[in-house]
């Protein structure tokens, strides 16, 4: 796996500034080029309603593009390049859509990113900016959730990998992603499987069967999974449970202080995602380390991932 270009998208907040110290070391670990991006609401003058009686409206002139590449500079300084090649972006325009489109029109194999953690009325109407991203990025995301602890380059480092799989295509691709992050750092993959039972009434009875045989065929499919995957460094652990996937994921990755969390997105759109929900929201939203998001077509190959897929 290697990345050629690092799409490092920010409104320099204090959230979205934690995410730059992986930015810089996966940008520096793979020699790739880093840019930095934020976005404004424009660069032209506009009017609003003024406090003066004698005029209706006023003319304010929001920062320019050279205000902004200056305040970006700024903001970043506390993190050493060591030679990484990094170009700042200031534009114009919806978030979303400009981090969705400089990924294209850059060829950008991997964004990174900090999230707010929005919850409540606000998320469920509008959505943060990294999950609205999360399902028209083009590559893999890096979310960096709100409560993982500040770290520095050199510490931004990934040796305990959890992959939670469903069997989904998203799933298996996001394996790839999870055994190519674990081998330069001779870590360890943890890959985990959670069974998650309808409550039925016809099957109170037989309860306990149910979840043996559930239980049996998950393992089955996990060894048959992995069966053809090499092994890394730090080995390779299979777990399956019963429980809510999300719930589980984030329980385990917490038990065994994971480093990276790396999960498949069926990249679902509109407003059921939004109102729904999926086990790629919750992990996002209440993890304690890194979370990278691998959606459909975003393949593995020697040239990073498949710029052609959707």
């Known amino acids: 796996m290697v990345f050629t270009h690092v799409l490092y998208p920010t409104d320099l907040s204090e ?18 080029q ?9 660069f032209e003058p506009i009017s609003v309603p003024s406090d003066d009686v004698a005029s209706a409206y006023h003319t304010v002139h929001p920062p320019t593009p050279d205000d902004v ?20 972006l200031p534009h114009a325009g919806d978030p979303v859509r400009v981090i969705a489109d400089q990924a294209v029109s850059g060829s950008a194999d991997l964004i990174v990113m900090g999230t707010h953690g929005r919850s409540g009325v606000e998320r469920l109407l509008i959505g943060s900016v990294t999950e609205r991203v999360l399902r028209l990025a083009p590559c893999p995301v890096l979310a960096i959730p709100p409560h993982v602890p500040g ?11 959890l992959c939670p799989v469903d069997f989904s295509p998203a799933s298996q691709e996001a394996l790839g ?8 750092a001779k870590g360890s993959v943890t890959v985990v499987h959670a069974c998650e039972i309808a409550d039925e009434p016809r099957l109170h009875a037989h309860l306990g069967e149910v979840q043996r045989q559930a239980l049996d065929v998950a393992r089955d499919k996990l060894r048959t999974l992995l069966a053809d995957e090499p092994t890394t460094s730090g080995g390779i652990e299979q777990v399956v449970v019963l429980g809510r996937p999300g719930r589980e994921i984030l329980k385990i ?5 994971s480093d990276l969390i790396v999960m498949g ?21 209440g993890a304690v380390c890194p979370v990278l998001v691998v959606r459909i077509g975003a393949a593995l190959s020697g040239e990073g991932p498949d710029k052609t897929a959707s």
């Open 151 to 161: 770290v520095g380059a050199a510490e931004a480092v990934f040796a305990r990998i």
């Open 15 to 32: 959230a979205s500034l934690k995410a730059w110290p992986y930015a810089v070391a996966l940008a520096r670990g793979h020699q790739a």
């Open 177 to 184: 992603f999870a055994f190519a992050f674990a081998r330069p």
């Open 34 to 42: 880093l840019t930095v991006l934020h976005v404004v609401p424009t």
């Open 265 to 285: 997105a069926q990249g679902r759109g509109g407003v059921g995602l939004a109102l729904v929900g999926s086990t790629t929201q919750d992990v996002v939203r």
């Open 253 to 257: 990755a917490s038990q065994q202080a």
């Open 69 to 88: 590449r200056l305040e970006m500079q700024r903001a970043v300084t506390d993190v050493p390049l060591h030679g990484v090649e990094v170009r700042y």
